[in-house]
């Protein structure tokens, strides 16, 4: 069964009507108020979910809630993870170490960083049910990456658009003021985008070192994890969030979760891929959003974002992929997004 640390019910249980109720909330979870804040005990998902929702029922403004809470968060919340985001040299390293290490504060929730034409998206992915109480986690999550962005940044912090999966609700104005751009819901992910400029914004206490020190901490802590998520889930997340500095080893990615190059490849076995079909679905997918975002990128240009020492290398693994070269899949891509 997947987890979340009880970090986010806490923050959840504070927030709500005021925190009035924090105490009966948080006993449905088995936790008590004055207890000990500890981002590494972990509650079962479907609970977290079902307190969200019990939670947003006392709150007299449960369109907003999940923001308010995500704006309650600071990076020393989340222990050593927190600490790895904040010392990271630059927004990237931070959002590359979310995708890395998410897995210290849920099971059921990762993160990407996928690269596209003038930035990233900066993906949350969750697998389940879409029901209530993952609807306001998913928006509590990504206004909280916003919330601790904006703290750790040396400079001002601002996405350039908000994707959410999910229906509108009645009134999108909270939305729009707490992430400052457009926010587009019924949309098909929950992400937000950032420019190559914000990714690059060195962190106010951003150090090397520092963060090599943490990640040492933290790929202990995922290693000794009973994980719940899928391995191949995992090694495409660090593929997809290394491609713009060329392709991984294996051996690489396997230090990176825990293992040898040779366990890795047989327990990726026993999921029936491998680590090159796993390699190629990162590739695919990165230059199909290049490739559909618009046309000002050359083909030589997403060939070597996506990986690729050549153009020529690129276009035959496109079609072999696709079964279309890049630049007719980039004219049928554009040509449907001007229709109507």
């Not at 930035?119 to 986690?137: C, I, K, N, T, V």
């Amino acid at each position: 069964m997947g987890r979340v640390t009880s970090l986010f019910a806490r923050k959840v249980a504070a927030e709500a009507g005021g925190g009035r109720e924090a105490g009966p909330l948080l006993a449905t979870l088995g936790l008590e108020l004055a207890g000990p804040v500890d981002p590494t005990f972990m509650i079962p998902a479907p609970d977290y979910y079902a307190f969200f929702e019990r939670a947003a029922g006392v709150d007299p403004d449960p369109t907003t809630l999940p923001l308010r809470v995500g704006a309650t968060m600071r990076s020393d919340d989340y222990g050593p993870f927190g600490f790895a985001w904040k010392s990271a040299p630059t927004l990237h390293g931070s959002y590359q170490r979310a995708a890395r290490f998410a897995l210290v504060l849920t099971s059921v929730a990762g993160y990407e960083v996928e690269r596209c034409l003038g930035g990233a998206f900066m993906h949350l992915h969750r697998d389940g049910e879409r029901r209530l109480g993952m609807r306001l986690s998913n928006e509590a999550t990504l206004a909280s990456i916003m919330t601790i962005s904006r703290e750790v940044a040396s400079e001002r912090f601002r996405p350039e658009e908000v994707h959410l999966r999910h229906d509108p609700p009645e009134d999108v104005s909270g939305h729009e003021a707490y992430f400052g751009c457009p926010v587009y819901f019924d949309s098909d992910m929950d992400a937000f985008r950032v420019s190559d400029a914000t990714l690059r914004t060195p962190n106010r206490v951003g150090d090397a070192s520092i963060a090599r020190y943490f990640d040492t901490i933290l790929e202990a802590e995922v290693g000794a994890l009973d994980d719940s998520v899928p391995l191949h889930r995992r090694v495409l997340d660090r593929v997809s969030t290394a491609l713009s500095g060329g392709v991984p080893t294996l051996s690489e990615v396997a230090r990176e979760v825990g293992m040898s190059g040779r366990t890795l490849q047989r327990r990726l076995a026993d999921e029936a891929t491998s680590y090159q079909s796993l390699v190629d679905e990162a590739r695919r997918k990165l230059a199909a959003r290049l490739l559909s975002e618009n046309g000002d990128a050359t083909l030589s240009e997403v060939a070597f974002m996506t990986g690729f020492a050549d153009q020529s290398a690129f276009t035959r693994a496109f079609k072999r992929w696709t079964g279309h070269t890049p630049g007719s899949f980039r004219t049928q891509a554009l040509g449907r997004g001007t229709e109507g």
